[in-house]
């Protein structure tokens, strides 16, 4: 018998990698989709034409509930969110809406149709709720204190997982994801606007581009990998929550040396960079670095791709995607 598996937000990044793994094994997928949301129109096209899509809103608690009855899923993986932070600032109420009540909602859901002691559910938990960070690096234990109304809508939801699992004895798994890009990454987040940009500059487009705080750090993995742990949470005895991170930071200022590197342009960024006070964020989270030393030794997750891949294999698809256009 196959497995079913429910993802909300299937066209998103991590969703098209979820389904794309899932379906390897052997799942039977189905996809939540939101007509009305802008997610990405191109994603669709990336999407296997197998994951099966059903309509259906994080913010309307019934057409959530029709999804989960329709589809019967063993696992939900629950990737649906407003996930840019930046957006986060001028449509707080949408996120905290979405991105917050929208998991509680896919939990309600469950309860009422009966099935809490059966499905497994995954809920994309996110280092952005460490924000002002506490200790470093940031493991399952360190306290949280969000930056963004998207961290805090995070942290709601995080903590309603917590809740359900202990009141309901429900199977429901937080991974807290730090920083993971690649491929199928949205123009909007820094690491696809460097790549996306430097590659353009390469192929003669344009000559310069513009970022906002160039000294923040970050913990940045390649999502194909971290997909692969959102899957191990849920094939385990009993539910708990992991910090998925690769240990090591970088500043955008050196991911953006690194992707010039990468395309063989000059490594100086004062060449070909501009400053956008536009994408200052009226709070920032500085820093971050995760400790993922509980999902090696309980799950035997490990990062695969290095921050150096990473950067590479994004610049080599952005020259593939802009010498195509
Ligand atoms: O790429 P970002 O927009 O990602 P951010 O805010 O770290 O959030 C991402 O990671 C979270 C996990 O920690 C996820 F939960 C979340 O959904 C998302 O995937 O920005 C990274 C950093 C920020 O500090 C930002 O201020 O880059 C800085 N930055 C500097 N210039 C910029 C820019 N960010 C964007 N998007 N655009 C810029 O021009």
Redesign the pocket.
């Known amino acids: 018998m196959h497995k079913r598996a429910l993802i909300t937000g299937v066209t998103g990044q991590d969703g098209l990698h979820l389904s794309h793994i899932l379906l390897e094994k052997g799942y039977e997928v189905f996809g939540m989709v939101a007509g009305q949301r802008p997610s990405t129109a191109q994603s669709f096209s990336q999407l296997r034409p197998d994951v099966k899509l059903i309509q259906g809103d994080l913010a309307d608690f019934s057409s959530v509930l029709q999804v989960i009855d329709q589809s019967q899923p063993n696992e939900i993986y629950n990737l649906g969110?407003i996930?840019?932070?930046?957006l986060s600032f001028t449509q707080p109420e949408l996120t905290a809406n979405i991105t917050g009540l929208g998991f509680l909602r896919v939990l309600e859901a469950v309860r009422k149709l009966h099935v809490e002691k059966s499905v497994r559910i995954y809920q994309?938990s996110?280092?952005?709720m460490f924000g002002r960070v506490r200790e470093t690096p940031q493991t399952e234990l360190t306290s949280f204190h969000p930056r963004?109304p998207?961290?805090v809508a995070?942290t709601f939801a995080h903590y309603t997982g917590v809740q359900f699992r202990e009141a309901y004895e429900m199977f429901i798994s937080n991974g807290i994801?730090?920083?993971?890009e690649g491929e199928y990454r949205g123009y909007?987040?820094?690491?696809r606007?460097i790549t996306s940009n430097i590659a353009k500059i390469k192929l003669g487009k344009q000559e310069r581009f513009?970022?906002?705080?160039?000294e923040?750090s970050?913990d940045w993995g390649y999502a194909g990998d971290y997909v692969e742990a959102m899957w191990l949470m849920l094939q385990q005895e009993s539910p708990d929550d992991f910090v998925i991170a690769t240990g090591k930071s970088h500043t955008?200022r050196e991911f953006t040396t690194a992707a010039l590197a990468a395309a063989g342009l000059e490594p100086n960024i004062e060449r070909y960079l501009d400053y956008?006070v536009s994408?200052?964020?009226p709070s920032?989270?500085?820093s971050?670095i995760g400790d993922s030393s509980k999902a090696k030794k309980v799950l035997g997750w490990e990062p695969k791709v290095s921050f150096e891949e990473l950067v590479a294999l994004m610049v080599e698809n952005d020259l593939r995607v802009e010498s195509a256009r």
């Open positions: 969110a996930s840019f932070v930046g994309a996110s280092s952005e963004s998207y961290g995070k994801l730090f920083n993971h909007e987040f820094v690491t606007k513009s970022l906002g705080n160039i923040v970050r955008v956008d994408m200052i964020r920032e989270v500085d971050l």
